[in-house]
C-alpha cells in the first residue's frame, strides 16, 4: 500500500528500511513504498541509498539487499558522491553470491561460460557501461573505469582486455549457487525436452557453444541488481550489475548496460531496472520513467505508469530516487531496500 507523506517540514526517517515486496508474507507485489525526504537544516538534499536485488529474487535475500544499502550510506557518510556510494552497494550485492550478478552470476547454457553486464551514470554526466565481461569479480568496477575514457561502453574480449588493464580481472569461478541453479534448470528442461522432442526450440537452430545443446540444456531466466543514491549536494546517480538471462546465445546482451533501457540518471531522478531485458528494451524503460519524474510526475505514480506497460505476468521491477523522493515497484515480487544518511 502506499505510504503516507510525510508533513511538510519534517525530516524523513533515518536509518535502513527493508522493503518485502515479495506477493507473499512481505506485501503484495505491485505494492510501493514511498519516503519523501525534506530539506536537511542546512537547505541541502537528504543523502539516501535504495537498492534492489533483482526481479524474482526471494525475498529470503533481503538482508543482502540491507547490507548493500549500508554499505552505500556508509560512503556518504564520509563525504562521498552519489557514484561513489551506489557502486559501493552495488559492490556488496556482486560480493554475495546469491544473487545474478557478479560471483553470483548465473552460467550460460554451456555449464561453463559467465558473462556480465554492468553501468553507472550520475546526474552530472559521468557513464559508463560493459557488456559480455568475463574474468572479472566486480563489473561495475569496470564499468566505472570506462567512464574515465572517450568511450561509455565496451564489450566482450575488448571490455575484458580493458578490465585486465586496470587490474580488474582475476579467477572467477561460478558460486554454489549459480551451480546448484543451472542444475535445476537443466534438469527441468531436459524434462520438457523429452516430453516435446520434436520442439524446435530457436536457440538450438543458432547454438553457438562447441558442447553440444542436448548436454547443455538450461531454463530462462532474469536478475539483475542496482542502486540509486542522492547525496547532500543533490547529485543523483544509478549502478547496475548482471549476470544476465538464461538460456542465452553466447554474447547475449540484455538491457542493463544499455542507456535508457536498464538505467538512467539526470538532474531530476535516478532510475534502476530489472526484469525481461528483451521486453524492456523496447519501451526503453528507465527513460521513459525518467522522463515523467522530470515533467513533475511523483516517482511512485511514475513506475506505476512504467509497469503498466508489460503484461502482468512479466517480470518487471523499478526504483527511483528523485531530489526529494525515492519509491520502488514490481510486478511480482521483488527484495528491496533503502537507507537515509
Known amino acids: 500500500m502506499l505510504e503516507p507523506r510525510l508533513p511538510t517540514g519534517r525530516a524523513a526517517p533515518r536509518g535502513v528500511f527493508a522493503m518485502p515486496i515479495d506477493g507473499g508474507e512481505g506485501g503484495a507485489a505491485g505494492e510501493i513504498d514511498v519516503r519523501p525526504a525534506e530539506l536537511g537544516q542546512s537547505g541541502g538534499f537528504q543523502p ?3 537498492v534492489h536485488g533483482g526481479a524474482g529474487a526471494p525475498m529470503t535475500w533481503l538482508d543482502g539487499c540491507t547490507h548493500a544499502a549500508e554499505a552505500g550510506a556508509a560512503v556518504l557518510k564520509n563525504g562521498l558522491d552519489a557514484l561513489s556510494a551506489a557502486i559501493a552497494s552495488v559492490i556488496a550485492l556482486e560480493a554475495d553470491g546469491r544473487f545474478n550478478a557478479g560471483l553470483g552470476a548465473s552460467l550460460k547454457l554451456d555449464g561453463d561460460a559467465v558473462e556480465m553486464d554492468a553501468a553507472v551514470m550520475d546526474s552530472t554526466g559521468r557513464l559508463g557501461a560493459v557488456a559480455a565481461l568475463q574474468d572479472v569479480r566486480h563489473p561495475v568496477l569496470a564499468a566505472r573505469a570506462v567512464a574515465d575514457t572517450a568511450h561509455w561502453l565496451l564489450v566482450g574480449d575488448g571490455a575484458r582486455e580493458f578490465a585486465a588493464r586496470c587490474s580488474l580481472t582475476g579467477n572467477h569461478e561460478p558460486s554454489a549457487r549459480a551451480r546448484e541453479r543451472y542444475a535445476e534448470v537443466v534438469s527441468e528442461l531436459a524434462r520438457f ?22 548436454e547443455a540444456l538450461k531454463k530462462w531466466g532474469c536478475g539483475t541488481v542496482g ?30 548496460p544499455i542507456i535508457g533501457s536498464g538505467f538512467y540518471a539526470g538532474p531530476r531522478a535516478a532510475v ?4 525481461a531485458g528483451e521486453q524492456i528494451v523496447r519501451t526503453l524503460l528507465a527513460n521513459t520513467v525518467y522522463r515523467w519524474i522530470e515533467t513533475g510526475l511523483p516517482p511512485a505514480d511514475a513506475l506505476k505508469q512504467g509497469l503498466a506497460l508489460f503484461p502482468p505476468d512479466v517480470d518487471i521491477g523499478i526504483i527511483a530516487v528523485s531530489e526529494r523522493e525515492s519509491a520502488g515497484l514490481s510486478s511480482r515480487g521483488m527484495p528491496w531496500c533503502q537507507a537515509a544518511v
Open 48 to 50: 539516501l541509498v535504495v
Open 193 to 214: 525436452w523429452c516430453e516435446s522432442p520434436d520442439a524446435d526450440l530457436p536457440l538450438r537452430r543458432f547454438w553457438n557453444y562447441a558442447l553440444p545443446w542436448d
Open 227 to 256: 542502486a540509486v543514491v542522492r547525496d547532500a549536494t543533490g547529485q543523483l546517480a544509478v549502478a547496475t550489475s548482471t549476470g544476465g538471462a538464461v538460456p542465452a546465445l553466447r554474447g547475449r546482451v540484455g538491457d542493463t
Open 272 to 275: 534502476a531496472v530489472t526484469g
